[in-house]
């Protein structure tokens, strides 16, 4: 661990104007080893998240009370964010209907827009081919501009299959025809789009309780494909990730919630790769639009907003056939969970899922009876449940959340609710869909979509220089330039040293006079780099570069850090990667020390890599070293997440070399990250108090407990070892 006092960085832009002189700032002094030359090199006192404790008390979401006309709280409406700060709401039920109402339920084909910059509800004037009323149906956004809506059920409890699309820009609305074998009418399905086909499963019907069928529509010819037997579902969310599309969650055929996850491989099928040919489906084709007069009593629905239903009124229906006697062409799989410590339930609480960065995130939001709330991730390619973050840093007791609704790249998350305390007139404040939670998933070590796809490829070599390598592209070719001396014809034009690490050499000779930072402690070993690529991909190194600091003349620069976490971050801005690799890749302890580097010289993008892979791969070894360098950082969420793995596997991590390592204040502070009702219970003691609760703490019950293994267990806390944790899962 690096025990710094001083250390050099190039101030930020507002500090110094960007014509460098060597007149010292008031709050800079020049640095010893240059006073009197011409050299415009600053010292600066320790790094503030070097030299104390983040006072950070840790991210919380934002909640935003909208203003205006408030919505009612509406029921199997679709809630999508559309981008631009925007989210729209389109039919659904008023909540609230007199029992007496339900043979006509109120149902809507209003368009509601929030704009989350002015908090402000309006309602949308729009035109065109206007749907008819309904819910429980589905709105994808298609094209970045257009809301694309299939389905739902009308106030006449009839089941539609039509497909309209909503033109964001210019609120017009119309009603592509479309060829081929329409599927059944449904609603509560889901519906997801991939590749410009609409794919469509599962839902309810007025004829089978739960459909268990999957089509598509190719919107490239607006062509609907044969219907295939999947799996039996409604409520249910489906998402499309490496290659298969993957359900989860919902009501089955037995009306149970579910806990199954289910995927169908859609790579290598030309049923999926191309779009039915017209004229050529096993069912009779019939166009999509059939249509429904407005009912004699030409009543048009209200509730409770004053929003009155648009003056036209139209359903869509579609022909009803037996159970599709086809079986999906592709290998469908389907894996259910039994227990694991981090499973959350799916039958307490009200439960959204959405797909973000190769996981599939859990909110386990409060319901009317208490119950145990967090946000959860399962990891598609490890099918492994983490628990992100626990229900109160999240949400407020005080409040029903009823939709939820992300952005494309899969880094926020915005959930649609009202407070539940009842106003001084008596009514219910939960009419009106009246605040919004607004999350940032990166702070919980989400990626996002596109830059998990980013990491994921580099896993896969496609270079031809370097096939060899488990990088890709041109990262695979420059890393084998990276740190080759220049007499091995390798280019290298500059030199970085660090702090050595203790088993590293150790150069005793001393720094030169030219180069602009003294080290505190011995240097590393140099490490040759080129100062093209360090100008293209650091941007502290480009700022000091054209201010012509000392650096830019002795071309040689110290970083006061260890050796094998500068090497790791230079690594990384050869290759763009942090992925573990026997030979190449990072390790978690460098990893860490990049996190704290990536903080000092405010790079974004490698925080949110480094904080991704520590949270992902947290383990008994390199606990206390993540919780060490997660404080120095400042990544509060991270650094929860870490002292509540020591604290649950305390007996190994004190026997650990990570901890063992840490300076005395740090031993200090992390013993202190147990509440004061905490105690250390061990043994036979341990087990007795797993088998009390019905599931095992410190180890898994198919392991033998050792009379050594120890644990913190703080009040009201009673989760098990996540290193030897079984998840409890089924394979069918």
């Not at 919380?60 to 809630?79: Q, R, Y």
């Not at 609603?187 to 089509?215: E, F, N």
């Not at 890709?472 to 500059?494: M, N, R, V």
Request: glycine letters at 8%.
């Amino acid at each position: 661990m690096a025990h710094t006092t001083t250390r050099t960085l190039l101030p930020p832009t507002n500090v110094l104007p960007p014509a460098m002189t060597s007149t010292p700032s008031p709050a800079l002094s020049n640095t010893p080893g240059t006073t009197g030359s011409s050299s415009n090199t600053f010292l600066m006192s320790a790094s503030p998240v070097r030299s104390r404790r983040s006072a950070v008390e840790g991210y919380k979401p934002k909640m935003i009370s909208t203003i205006g006309a408030k919505p009612a709280c509406l029921v199997n409406a679709s809630v999508t964010y559309v981008g631009d700060d925007q989210i729209y709401a389109f039919g659904g039920f008023d909540q609230y209907t007199d029992e007496d109402m339900l043979t006509m339920l109120p149902v809507y084909n209003h368009v509601l827009r929030l704009n989350l910059i002015t908090r402000q509800w309006n309602l949308v004037d729009n035109y065109g081919d206007i749907p008819g009323v309904r819910m429980g149906h589905t709105a994808c956004l298609w094209q970045g501009s257009k809301l694309l809506v299939f389905g739902g059920e009308n106030e006449h409890r009839q089941h539609l299959a039509d497909v309209i699309v909503f033109d964001l820009k210019t609120a017009h609305w119309t009603q592509p025809e479309t060829h081929g074998p329409i599927p059944r009418g449904r609603a509560r399905h889901s519906a997801v789009i991939y590749d410009d086909k609409l794919y469509i499963s599962g839902g309810q019907t007025g004829h089978d309780s739960v459909l268990d069928d999957i089509c598509y529509l190719d919107l490239k010819t607006w062509t609907w494909s044969r219907t295939w037997r999947f799996v039996p579902r409604y409520d249910h969310a489906s998402w499309i990730w490496n290659g298969r599309i993957w359900i989860f969650g919902g009501i089955n055929d037995d009306m149970e919630k579910s806990n199954e996850i289910w995927w169908l491989d859609l790579r290598g099928s030309p049923e999926f790769d191309h779009a039915m040919k017209y004229g050529t489906a096993d069912r009779q084709m019939t166009s999509s639009r059939h249509r429904f007069a407005v009912p004699a009593s030409g009543q048009l629905a209200t509730g409770s907003t004053g929003y009155t239903a648009n003056s036209s009124v139209q359903s869509h229906y579609a022909m009803s056939s037996t159970r599709s006697p086809y079986v999906a062409p592709g290998s469908i799989s389907s894996l259910k969970f039994h227990s694991s410590p981090n499973l959350p339930s799916q039958a307490a609480g009200t439960h959204f899922h959405i797909f973000s960065s190769g996981c599939m995130l859990d909110f386990v939001t409060p319901a009317e009876l208490s119950c145990e709330t967090s946000l959860s991730s399962l990891e598609l390619d490890t099918l492994r449940w983490q628990k992100l973050a626990e229900g109160r840093d999240l949400y407020s007791p005080n409040y029903r959340w009823h939709y939820c609704t992300t952005n494309p790249e899969g880094t926020h998350a915005w959930l649609l609710g009202s407070p539940i305390e009842s106003a001084a007139d008596g009514n219910h404040n939960g009419e009106y869909l009246s605040d919004v939670l607004a999350i940032d998933l990166r702070k919980y070590g989400i990626l996002g979509n596109e830059l998990a796809s980013d990491s994921r490829s580099k896993m896969m070599p496609s270079s031809d220089a370097n096939v060899s390598s488990h990088l890709t592209g041109i990262g695979a070719d420059l890393s084998l330039t990276f740190d080759q001396p220049p007499e091995s014809g390798s280019g290298a034009d500059f030199i970085i040293t660090a702090d050595a690490d203790d088993d590293d050499y150790v150069d005793v000779s001393a720094p030169d006079p030219g180069t602009a930072s003294t080290a505190v402690g011995p240097a590393s070993r140099p490490i040759h780099v080129h100062k093209l690529i360090l100008h293209a991909r650091w941007p502290h190194f480009a700022r000091l570069w054209s201010a012509q600091m000392a650096e830019f003349h002795s071309k040689k620069m110290h970083i006061p850090e260890p050796y094998s976490a500068v090497r790791a971050f230079l690594f990384y801005l050869y290759t763009d990667s942090i992925a573990p690799n026997p030979h190449n890749g990072p390790t978690l302890s460098d990893v860490a020390g990049m996190l704290v580097m990536s903080n000092i010289y405010d790079m974004p993008r490698l925080r949110l890599l480094c904080v991704n892979r520590l949270g992902r791969e947290l383990d008994i070894e390199h606990a206390a070293i993540i919780w060490e360098r997660a404080a120095t950082a400042g990544e509060d969420w991270l650094k929860q997440r870490a002292a509540l793995f020591c604290m649950q596997n305390f007996g190994r991590l004190v026997r650990t070399a990570g901890f063992r390592n840490l300076n005395p204040a740090s031993l200090i502070e992390l013993c202190c990250e147990a509440s004061p009702e905490s105690r250390v219970v061990g043994g036979e003691d341990l087990e007795l108090l797993g088998q009390m609760a019905g599931r095992p703490f410190g180890v898994s019950s198919n392991r033998k407990r050792s009379l050594g293994s120890a644990g913190v267990l703080t009040a009201g806390e009673e989760d098990g070892d996540e290193e030897v944790e079984d998840d409890g899962m089924d394979v069918n």
